[in-house]
Every structure is written in structure tokens, then in C-alpha cells.
């Protein structure tokens, strides 16, 4: 099962193991990871684990879920990624998920991830339509 190694500020770590399905993050007391940050929303993210692979999602936060340093709205993870909400740091660990980190990054959503963006797929415009003077 996937876990992830949670650390506070004071420097102490807690070792999290994930759930099969959702897993909300925030500070307030009815979610299923709570983050005793002042600058993490009361539902910040859901942590969502399914067979093949396990994905974070940020719930509208103010201050934005991180990973890796790159604050995302919806990201794959993978083994060993750094998860930061709040004051909070948290490294992902796999378990036995199945994509690697290659595979993650192709079928991410964050388009900052994309391997080698085709440019003939871009979006166009239509082309605006000819048109010659005519006679008053």
C-alpha cells in the first residue's frame, strides 16, 4: 500500500499508510490526514489511491498544494515525489504502485509534464475569410 512519510516543522515524522480510494488532507478534524497548519485549508487536497496508480488533487486551497516544488491542481505521483501543503512536507512512497515516473509524466494533466508536445495537435483559429474591396 502506498504511505506517505510525513514531516512538521518541529522535524518530526510520521509515517502515513494511504487508503484504497480517497484520502482528503487538511486541517480540519474530520479529515482522514490532518495538517496542523495555519496556511492549509480546512480540505486542502484528496490524495486518491486506485490499483495502478495514485493521483493528488488540490480542493480549491488558498496557499496551493506543491509537488516537487510546482504548485499543481491535479498531478500523478510517483516514489519519492515531495508533497508540500501548508507548513507540512510529505515524500510520497509507492508501495506497489505500477507506473513509473516516465509513464506518470506522459499522462500527466499539467502540461508543464508533456515529453515532446507535437505541434501539429496545437489549437488553431479558423482563418478569417477573404474579402476584396467591393464598390460603394
Do not use: C
Not at 12 to 18: A, D, G, K, M
Not at 98 to 119: C, I, Q, Y
Amino acid at each position: 500500500m502506498p504511505q506517505l512519510m510525513l514531516t512538521t516543522l518541529s522535524g518530526e515524522t510520521t509515517q502515513i499508510t494511504l487508503s484504497p480510494n480517497e484520502n482528503t488532507l487538511g486541517r480540519g478534524p474530520r479529515n482522514d490526514i490532518v495538517i496542523d497548519s495555519p496556511q492549509a485549508s480546512r480540505v486542502h487536497a484528496v490524495i486518491t489511491v486506485e490499483p495502478a496508480f495514485v493521483t493528488i488533487r488540490d480542493l480549491g486551497s488558498r496557499n496551493g498544494t506543491f509537488v516537487n516544488d510546482y504548485r499543481v491542481e491535479s498531478q500523478l505521483l510517483v516514489h519519492d515525489d515531495t508533497i508540500r501543503l501548508g507548513s507540512y512536507e510529505m515524500r510520497f512512497v509507492s508501495g506497489d504502485q505500477e507506473f513509473s515516473h516516465v509513464e506518470a509524466e506522459r499522462v500527466s494533466t499539467e502540461p508543464r509534464l508533456l515529453l515532446n508536445p507535437d505541434p501539429e495537435d496545437a489549437p488553431t483559429a479558423p482563418e478569417p475569410p477573404i474579402t476584396t474591396p467591393g464598390k460603394p
